[in-house]
């Protein structure tokens, strides 16, 4: 194989990768790894394997996804995930909980400036939830993309759903309402329209006409997403990792999750979190964590902070990769 002959030839130190969930790494990874140091860092959260072990489960794909996963040490975000890879058997020899990269990464990036942009401020921030159309050209993922759209359509109808509460909770309440973009127009247009197309493909004029008025483009050199997660009152989503990244740097959120799909819960009980309710449910549990004090919000969740997301902004998820980096002998420099 090409890339086992080149990384043999470089003998590096570590082979490092932002991607864990890359079958690549892994089949590399089994190979070599008695010759040099692997590290995947942690991307995002565990909803892809909770996705793989209930098509497995219920017989829609044949092959145990998970199984193909091996990484020899894993920079995860927190407690939590290291749990639910050890509950699913993923095959990871050491864990490192660091925190958030990305999280880390954007406080680097502002730690000059004194505030954000004023269009960064609102009330309700909303992380809008999506499935896109899929094929071999978009996703290359064949018949796993196929067999996962057939569940698709009741959970994108839960997603559609929260949206249209948000839309009438900020509409009745006099709110300011910002939906941050996931794709960005510049680097990836294709995928840019696929978001674009889903919301009107699921909403009336009227919805789309605000919804389009709200809506902030990504604007990925300047953390446009962790701008507003940073100057939103509340976060409101589904499963989105900025629900967590909200929660880790002491901000409220609201998890509400209408697909009727058990793995899309959010992990901590409490205030936080209002699976499958009706829309006067909505409202008042949101009202309610927009009205109180931060301090009295976090004392009616059962988890800390931490246990979702390691966090600590004088010693961050960076600091901890390069000191790590450079016991196993990485140049400092």
């Known amino acids: 194989m090409y890339l086992i002959s080149l ?34 860092i942690q991307n995002a959260l565990t909803h892809d394997f909770l996705n793989w072990d209930y098509l497995y489960k219920t017989r829609k794909i044949k092959q145990n996804l998970i199984k193909k996963l ?14 639910m890879w050890e509950k699913l058997n993923i095959k990871v020899k050491n864990f490192f909980p660091i925190g958030n990269l990305r999280l880390a990464n954007f406080f680097h990036h502002i730690k000059s400036e004194n ?16 499935f896109f159309p899929t094929s071999k050209n978009i996703f290359e993922v064949g018949t796993l993309a196929s067999k996962f ?62 919804i389009k008025s709200n809506i ?23 499963k989105s990792t900025l629900l967590r990244n909200k929660l880790t740097i002491g901000g409220k959120i609201l998890s509400c999750n209408l697909s009727k799909k058990d793995r899309y819960n959010f992990p901590v009980n409490g205030i936080c979190t209002l699976n499958n309710c009706f829309y006067e449910e909505f409202e008042e549990r949101l009202l309610e964590i927009y009205s109180i004090s931060e301090e009295d919000y976090f004392s009616k969740i059962d988890k ?21 980096l450079i016991q196993l002998g990485v140049n400092k420099n």
Do not use: W
Not at 10 to 36: C, G, H, Q, R, W
């Open 7 to 40: 990384i043999e030839l470089i003998n590096p130190k570590v082979v490092l990768t932002t991607i864990d969930v890359s079958f690549k790494f892994s089949e590399i990874a089994k190979i070599l790894d008695k010759k040099t140091n692997f590290i995947a």
């Open 70 to 83: 091996y990484i020899p040490n894993l920079f995860c975000m927190g407690d939590y995930d290291r749990e």
């Open 115 to 130: 505030s954000s942009p004023e269009k960064y401020n609102c009330d309700i921030c909303l992380v809008a939830e999506m």
């Open 149 to 210: 759209n057939e569940d698709q359509r009741t959970e994108e109808e839960g997603f559609v759903k929260l949206i249209k509460y948000t839309i009438k909770f900020c509409l009745k309440h006099n709110m300011k309402l910002i939906i941050p973009l996931k794709r960005d127009k510049k680097h990836l247009p294709g995928f840019y329209n696929l978001e674009i197309e889903y919301y009107d493909r699921n909403f009336e004029k009227e919805e789309l006409e605000y």
């Open 216 to 238: 902030l483009e990504k604007d990925r050199e300047n953390f446009s997403s962790y701008r507003v997660l940073l100057n939103s009152k509340v976060v409101v989503s589904t």
């Open 304 to 324: 800390k902070p931490d246990y979702r997301e390691k966090f600590n902004k004088n010693y961050s998820a960076i600091d901890l990769i390069r000191e790590k």
